[in-house]
């Protein structure tokens, strides 16, 4: 009966972006921790006959007007830079759908690229509140298209890389005042070294030891925490830094282009980057840390054998390989120089927020157990220290790319 009431419910909420069609179901789409996000299907079929209906979460975007103005502010910017195949259908009244193509001169063919874009409701707003406040949005589903969890190949990392870059070089010209920071203080390490501080501070004066009721292998883990951040205290604030010396521009960042927000099209070619709630000014390189974190460790951020953890330079090259292919037109010289930073400070950065969260009782990341934030961590920091022992021959690769992409 339960089932059947939600059932009833999500329907009356999509029937809003409907637009005169009937709903014919809502099910549930993806595996995401924020969002609630479902597929919509509707009848009669006629574009478009799906799209995704989502309900923000307000614990996480304190203003989710801002995170759909954002949306809005991109869709914008792309229709009127040009880079829209415009369709349009009728219903009871006109709908309009956008397509995102870019097609680079010296590639054979011409390639998709397809961006979410914001659906109105039948009264013309970009999202819907429901009696109990909460606000829900609809968006354009990318079809024909899949997504996963982990590189699958050298050529998948290829083109996650180049996914990215698609996304950077359509947003590079959109002025980031136009954007609001949805998410302050996101990704600004020294922001995260100072909770982390604080973590600690109140600990001591709870008189708790960071040690007390462990067992001897969790105090061994601690305390190999403890040091790994001491020692690297000082260099986290690397980006930050070049950013207060204007060595790096803040410019429009996705901010959480982890692997399975990268869709893949049937013919395996990058063809979306979704999940576009963490677009805010930034840095780039917070973007292309983040990618390559999350899809260079083939153990995942979740495995048990955190000791066996390794940052695959091979996998590493290949996302590279792809992005450069395509930033070299907005990058400068400096944007080079840190790149190999900020591979390394973003693994770093999340294995100091996972640690800080364990240590002050699991209040951020979701768990499964009192330990689970602990045993991210220590994926995360041994990511790191495998980052760190392949530094020059990460930096090689960089040089080599870098050489490679500039014209002759």
């Not at 061994?220 to 521009?249: D, I, M, S, T």
Request: glycine content about 6%; aromatic content about 10%.
């Amino acid at each position: 009966m339960e089932q059947t009431k939600q059932s009833t419910s999500l329907k009356k909420i999509a029937s809003q972006f409907a637009n005169g069609s009937k709903v014919v179901a809502v099910d549930p789409l993806g595996n995401g921790n924020i969002n609630s996000t479902y597929l919509v299907t509707l009848s009669p079929t006629t574009s478009p006959g799906r799209f995704v209906l989502q309900r923000i979460n307000q614990q996480v975007f304190r203003r989710p007007e801002l995170v759909i103005q954002n949306m809005s502010v991109l869709c914008e910017h792309l229709k009127a830079s040009g880079h829209t195949l415009e369709r349009q259908w009728e219903t009871e009244r006109q709908w309009e759908t956008e397509r995102q193509w870019e097609t680079e001169r010296r590639w054979e063919t011409e390639r998709r690229w397809e961006t979410p874009r914001i659906l109105p409701t039948a009264q013309g707003q970009n999202f819907w509140r429901d009696e109990t406040g909460e606000y829900w949005r609809a968006i354009s589903f990318i079809e024909n298209s899949q997504v996963f969890e982990t590189i699958e190949s050298l050529e998948h990392a290829r083109e996650v890389g180049t996914g990215l870059a698609m996304f950077h070089r359509l947003i590079s010209t959109l002025p980031t005042e136009k954007l609001a920071d949805t998410l302050e203080g996101f990704h600004i390490t020294p922001t995260y070294l100072a909770r982390y501080a604080q973590v600690l501070a109140e600990r001591e004066g709870q008189g708790i030891s960071l040690t007390a009721n462990l067992t001897a292998e969790q105090t061994a883990q601690v305390n190999y925490c403890l040091a790994f951040v001491a020692q690297r205290r000082e260099w986290a604030h690397v980006l930050e830094v070049a950013k207060e010396a204007g060595h790096l521009p803040l410019r429009p960042i996705h901010g959480d282009p982890k692997v399975n927000n990268i869709m893949l099209g049937t013919d395996g070619k990058a063809v979306s980057l979704i999940d576009l709630d963490t677009l805010k000014p930034g840095l780039v390189h917070y973007d292309i840390g983040d990618c390559l974190r999350s899809g260079c460790n083939p153990l995942g951020e979740e495995t048990h054998d955190w000791q066996a953890v390794t940052f695959d330079t091979e996998r590493a090259k290949a996302m590279l390989e792809g992005y450069l292919s395509l930033a070299k037109d907005f990058l400068t010289e400096q944007d080079y120089r840190y790149l190999y930073d900020a591979i390394r400070l973003i693994a770093f950065e999340l294995g100091l927020r996972f640690f800080t969260d364990y240590l002050a009782g699991n209040v951020y990341f979701k768990v499964n157990d009192p330990d689970h934030n602990l045993r991210r961590s220590l994926v995360q920091f041994k990511l790191t220290e495998s980052i760190e022992a392949q530094a020059d021959a990460l930096k090689a690769i960089i040089e080599a790319l870098k050489i490679a992409e500039e014209p002759t």
